[in-house]
């Protein structure tokens, strides 16, 4: 999206920062962390935030990416590495597609169905170091020295966002807004997916649905936001 003077007004795929900061609006010295993070800037949920002052954590087992954070997000902490349930192997099979690399992933089901319904086949297979979500809140708690809240848990992992999810409750951390890759939902029938049931299980209501994503919102925090826009909901 772009205004009359050029101006971009969403980095993201499918507009879920626009959502993001109608939710997160005048929040100041907020962080994030960005499991799946892909590219720094576009098609990033979080990019919006980083310019407007935020921190984070940016998790993504693409080999060329660091470089790149490092130099247009230097206040991010970008791992790169890949995030697992259970840290049963240091390294896993990663399928990489060069012509799209945000269909790379961990998991060999999501590579079946690429081949089976769109004749992706990947590019190369890399064994790449992992992490647990466990570990990546330890890195959080240090980082985020100012807050013990996680204010945005945004993941795209080509399968593995249930799990992460699943994690992170387990831990006792509840993010105040989760932006989750959700493919093959329509508004309608998301109410159907595990991971909404898990949502509303933990207290979480889903607050928007893009096509590509779902924002699921933490009750008790709505009213601590300062956004203006959530006015109408109290």
Known sequence: LYSSLGYRESFSADGEDTILNKYLFD????????????????????????LKNWQGICLDPLPDLKKKYNFYRPRDLFINSGIVSKKNNSQLNYYYYAEASDLSTFDINRVDKLKKDFNRIPS???????????????????????????????????????????????????????????????????????????????????????????????????????????????
């Not at 010295?29 to 590219?39: A, E, M």
């Not at 945005?152 to 080509?158: F, K, Q, S």
């Not at 595990?194 to 925090?221: D, Q, V």
Request: glycine share 4%; aromatic share 14%.
């Open 27 to 50: 929040l100041e010295k907020g962080n994030y962390i960005d499991i799946g993070s892909n590219q720094p800037i576009l098609g990033s949920n979080t990019y919006k935030l980083y």
């Open 124 to 234: 190369s297979i890399m064994e790449i170091s992992t992490l647990t979500s466990k570990d990546l809140i330890k890195i959080a708690n240090k980082l985020f020295k100012d807050s013990s809240e996680i204010h945005l848990l945004n993941i795209d992992t080509e399968g593995f966002e249930y799990e992460i999810c699943k994690d992170f409750f387990l831990e006792k951390k509840f993010p105040w807004i989760i932006c989750v890759e959700e493919l093959g939902y329509t508004a309608d029938n998301i109410f159907s997916s595990n991971l909404y049931k898990l949502m509303k299980e933990n207290n979480y209501n889903l607050g928007s649905r893009t096509f590509l994503s779902s924002i699921y919102l933490r009750k008790e925090k709505l009213s601590q936001l300062p956004s203006p826009y959530l006015k109408e909901l109290f």
